[in-house]
Nanobody, 126 residues
């Protein structure tokens, strides 16, 4: 059974950085897609990024492009989301989600993903 576990959330000031990790167990997941979603209080869940673990396409939401970078370490079976220049509006619970195959063009649709982590809370103070 594939399991995803996020870590690395926390509280930082605006302008700061955090790195989230999504550790995959139960499979090598060498031919898959790991997406990051976030959900802020009172808002719908939104797609942040999707990275294909086999060097396929990587996507970012416009709101994070140039500030967030997704990467993967297949040897560690872990995907990372480096978040720089954080803003208060980035405050949310961040989830990683996985599916087999590369990131789709509609990667931001959460129904595409079979596996989900438990979430990591990120709070940005102004």
């Amino acid at each position: 059974e594939v399991q995803l576990v996020e870590s690395g959330g926390g509280l930082v000031q605006a302008g700061g950085s955090l790195r989230l990790s999504c550790a995959v167990s139960g499979s090598t997941f060498a031919d898959g897609a790991i997406a990051w979603f976030r959900q802020a209080p009172g808002k719908e869940r939104e797609g942040v990024s999707c990275i294909s673990t086999d060097d396929g396409p990587t996507y970012y939401a416009d709101s994070v492009k140039g500030r967030f970078t997704a990467s993967n370490d297949n040897a560690k079976n872990t995907v990372y989301l480096r978040m720089n220049s954080l803003k208060p509006e980035d405050t949310a619970v961040y989830y990683c989600a996985g599916e087999w195959g590369p990131c789709r063009d509609d990667w931001y649709d959460d129904y595409e993903y079979e596996y989900w982590g438990q979430g990591a809370r990120v709070t940005i103070s102004s």
